[in-house]
């Protein structure tokens, strides 16, 4: 028999596990073990439980030597508690070890060994050890069931616990109730998790929880705000931080800067405003309701700041193409002790390429790689392809590329495949863009990746392969959209194809049903006064209700090339509207008229520039 003197040093140890004190109760253990002081059956599981809490995998090693150097390893209890502190360590090979080695185990043990399993997402081995249980006699219990439901990938499975809930007389539970309402929600069946919600007897704040969460996560963010109110006017229980971080969500989803207030003041009001979540969760919704400032204030006034919460801030900079204050804060996260992580590094290397600081992007990329940080965005390398193709730098292009291939599953995705042609071909590399055109643009239906190669092909100055891979392109029955249509009149543009133009512009109306931009018509214009047909141009000028002055210009233009005052005058007078101040349109006007020797209407229309005060500026040189 033990003496007092023996046992109460581990009875203290089991009370400041009680109180929430797990780091002193690794310290009390081991001053304990130090004074060669005997452990009993209740010492180990305490143990476990606080390097459970405390996510200390190294503690929980040790403990383990120390349980199997004493003799407990055989104990139910003891193992039970080993198995659940390996499983919340996610170390799950070594649960299963010490669960496997069990000569005799309990629900308990089961029950952790599935909670563990089911967290990690290894929702089939979950499914086996749950049917391992009645294979072995054993009747689940609501923990049981309660942890099983996460493992439910398909809704059918989820109906048949719901049948073993209903026969052992679970459904009563509220622990597995919120469980089966999760389980629903996930398998997008919204209304039998909205019945289980009506059927549970006194349903808490849980359940209500359970149902918003779920209702935000499938997008109906109006519905999520409707259970949180009906919680409010029908539960005894107040809203906690799951509830006021699902409001916080709606509020940012909606765009409903008011309703994220609202939610401020009854944080303020309940004195929640220390809750490090709360804040993170308000500087989000503030960020992307178009409150900067207000987000500012509540993150500069908070005392303790994680990573997340940075890089909220430093995304709600960016947000707001503040880009200067981001990388300051990117900075100073360093300075109070905290090590950026793979988010933080893809945001401020976002924001460097969306603002075009392509220099500064390859310079933070490569203190990331030094760093040893893993994990980079496809979106930050399609960003940074972005760069290469602004700065026409092949080499890191190719080294972007072959890494993405080397360490990315998802480097077939649309938008990262349409950058690496963009980038190849605006380096001039159009064998390159080709051959992962071949490899699968053709076998796709999104027209993004035929016109990064029409697009490019025309910028090589490859026209007749860019009309080739239009017309392929069409004959594969690939929807063009107005990019596509832009990019194929571009080429003929170029190569002066006035007639295949007209035709592609037909198809495009006609066929197609596309309406025409600024950006069709200014070529068409460009085409027609390059081919003479000032009529026609005029008619496609007259289609758009205000054209830009520079297709003004390139008509006025053609005017003296072909020596046309008629439709020259009213060019000029168009963009004499435009703008009062300019004197060029009526430069290149007396110009016509005085090739077609009419030095009336010349001093007719000098005389005019000079009654509106317009100077002809003097030419000058930039050499002298």
């Known amino acids: 028999m033990l003496s007092a003197a023996t046992v109460a040093p581990w009875k203290r140890l089991g009370q400041l596990v009680s109180s929430g004190c797990y780091q002193e109760a690794l310290l009390a253990y081991s001053g304990a073990h130090a004074s060669n002081l005997r452990p009993n059956a209740f010492t180990f599981p305490c143990l476990l439980k606080s390097c459970a809490a405390l996510q200390d995998t190294s503690a929980a090693l040790q403990v383990h030597g120390h349980l199997a150097k004493f003799g407990f390893s055989a104990c139910p209890f003891t193992a039970t508690a080993l198995t659940s502190a390996y499983a919340r360590l996610l170390r799950l090979r070594d649960a299963r070890m010490v669960f496997d080695g069990m000569r005799e185990r309990t629900v308990p043990c ?3 060994l599935i909670a563990g399993l089911s967290q990690c997402g290894m929702v089939d081995e979950a499914r086996d050890v749950f049917g ?5 006699g054993m009747l689940p219990d609501s923990v049981t069931v309660a942890s099983v439901l996460p493992a439910c990938v398909a809704v059918e499975q989820g109906k048949q616990l719901h049948g073993l809930v ?3 007389g679970y459904c009563l539970d509220r622990y597995v109730a919120t469980a089966l309402i999760t389980m629903y929600l996930d398998c997008w069946d919204s209304g039998a998790a909205r019945r ?7 349903k808490g704040v849980e359940s209500y929880n359970a149902m918003a969460s779920g209702l935000l996560r499938n997008g109906e963010h109006l519905i999520a705000l409707g259970i949180v109110r009906e919680m409010i006017r029908g539960s005894s229980g107040k809203p906690n931080e799951t509830t006021l971080l699902v409001v916080l969500s709606v509020s940012t989803s909606v765009m409903a800067p008011s309703l994220g207030k609202e939610a401020h003041c009854y944080v303020l009001k309940r004195a929640m405003d220390c809750n490090v979540n709360i804040r993170t969760a308000l500087i989000d919704m503030y960020s992307k309701c178009g409150s900067l400032e207000c987000a500012y204030q509540v993150f500069s006034t908070m005392d303790e700041r994680n990573l997340v919460t940075w890089n909220t801030m430093i995304s709600g900079f960016l947000i707001h193409d503040k880009l200067a204050d981001a990388v300051r804060l990117f900075e100073q996260l360093r300075l109070k002790g905290f090590r950026p992580d793979s988010i933080t590094w893809n945001l401020v290397i976002n924001g460097l390429a969306h603002h075009q600081k392509f220099a500064e992007v390859f310079s933070f990329f490569s203190k990331m790689r030094l760093e040893g940080v893993s994990g980079v965005s496809l979106e930050t390398m399609t960003s940074m392809l972005s760069a290469c193709s602004a700065m026409s730098d092949i080499q890191h292009g190719k080294e972007i590329y072959c890494q ?3 360490t990315m599953q998802d480097f077939e995705d649309d938008v990262f495949q349409t950058t690496v042609i963009d980038m190849f071909m605006s380096c001039g590399c159009d064998r390159y863009a080709g051959r992962v055109f071949e490899k699968r643009g053709r076998k796709l239906n999104d027209p993004a990746l035929w016109n990064a190669m029409i697009s490019g092909y025309g910028r090589c100055g490859k026209n007749s392969l860019a009309l080739k891979t239009f017309n392929e392109m069409l004959q594969q029955q690939v929807q063009p959209n107005s990019a596509t249509f832009l990019c194929a009149l571009s080429a003929c ?10 035709h592609i512009y037909q198809v495009m109306e006609n066929t197609y049903s596309i309406n025409p931009t600024v950006e069709h018509l200014s070529v068409m214009v460009d085409l027609f006064c390059r081919a003479g047909k000032l009529s026609e141009a005029y008619s496609l000028l007259l289609k758009h209700n205000d054209p830009p002055a520079s297709m003004w210009y390139s008509f006025l233009g053609a005017c003296r090339k072909y020596s046309n005052a008629e439709l020259g005058e009213i060019a000029a007078t168009k963009l004499y509207d435009l703008d009062p101040s300019c004197t060029t349109p009526w430069v290149i006007l007396s110009n016509i008229y005085a090739e077609q020797y009419r030095w009336t209407e010349v001093e007719t229309l000098r005389k005019s520039m000079s009654d509106k005060h317009l100077v002809k500026a003097p030419a000058r040189s930039e050499l002298v």
């Open 110 to 112: 089961f029950n952790a």
């Open 132 to 136: 391992l249980l009645g294979k072995e």
């Open 166 to 168: 209903v026969k052992t």
């Open 196 to 202: 289980i919600l009506e059927l549970t007897v006194g």
């Open 404 to 406: 993405v291939i080397r």
């Open 493 to 502: 543009s170029h190569s002066g194809l006035f007639q295949k133009a007209l």
